[in-house]
């Protein structure tokens, strides 16, 4: 799928390319980190934790973007074998719809099954019906395949609003952002994107790769494994929140 995948690096480029340093377009909403979510959680919070309490470990979420693709299934091969569950933010259009097994394998291997919208297309640029069908869409194709529909959203180039993020919470969909990228949009070198994440790697970070492009899922062993010598144990979005649990319309980022 080179022509999709040369149009989602396009548009990706244009924000990523200044890593972090996202806008918010127009949001007056403040963004929430994973760690002050855990913080602020009641004690009859019910968030359930993954392999260990990040309270008191030392966690990293792994996620990939803008998939299933080609590529998808032997990235599950490996996760299964290092026993690293991610979050996967998957885009319905020529996607899910065409790929359902591997949406079918990803849940059913215990990662996260998140919405990344249904045709890629920036949310902010949009009117609020078509903000709800690009999220909408995506949830209901997910749901007829897992039987679930999706808590987490990323919005694409990380541009949300007001209105998207009051959609989101309409939808019951918490929006998660990122603090670590290797653009691996611009690069098929798989020790520059390996480098790129372990040079930005934090505690309680959430990194941001993606399933669709050449190099990503060779660069992902070595990720793995120096982040396991570093300390870090891998887990889901939802695990790196506990016992707090995702509030839908919030915005999340390390």
């Known amino acids: 799928m080179p022509s999709r995948t040369k149009s989602i ?24 980190a994973p760690g002050s ?10 968030g359930p934790f993954g392999p260990v309490d990040c309270r008191k470990a030392k966690c990293i979420a792994l996620t990939f973007d803008a998939g ?6 032997h990235l599950l091969d490996i996760l299964k074998e290092e026993k690293v569950h991610a979050t996967f933010f998957l885009l319905g259009k020529n996607h899910v719809k065409k790929h359902p097994d591997v949406v079918r394998r990803i849940a059913a291997e ?23 069908a690009e999220l909408e869409k995506t949830q209901d194709a997910i749901e007829a395949i897992t039987g679930k529909k999706p ?20 939808l019951g969909l918490s929006q998660i952002l990122w603090s670590a990228t290797a653009k691996d949009y611009s ?20 990194i941001l790769l993606h399933d669709i492009y050449k190099g990503s899922v060779p660069a992902v062993p070595g990720i793995i494994d120096e982040l396991k010598k570093r300390g870090y144990t891998f887990v889901t979005v939802p695990q790196l929140m506990a016992p707090a649990e995702p509030v839908p319309g919030t915005i999340y980022r390390p």
Do not use: F, Y
């Open 187 to 206: 690069t098929t070198d798989s020790a520059l994107i390996k480098k790129r994440i372990l040079d930005q790697a934090s505690k309680d970070g959430i």
């Open 151 to 170: 808590r987490l959203m990323r919005p694409p180039q990380g541009r949300t609003d007001d209105t998207v993020s009051g959609i989101s919470k309409d």
């Open 68 to 73: 299933p693709a080609e590529d998808t299934p």
């Open 37 to 46: 979510a855990r913080a602020d959680a009641g004690s009859d919070s019910k």
């Open 9 to 32: 690096g396009t548009g990706l480029a244009v924000a990523l390319v200044t890593a972090l340093t996202l806008t918010l377009s127009g949001c007056s909403m403040e963004t929430t």
């Open 110 to 132: 215990g990662h996260e099954v998140a919405n990344h919208t249904w045709s890629h297309e920036i949310l902010t640029d949009k009117k609020p019906a078509e903000i709800r």
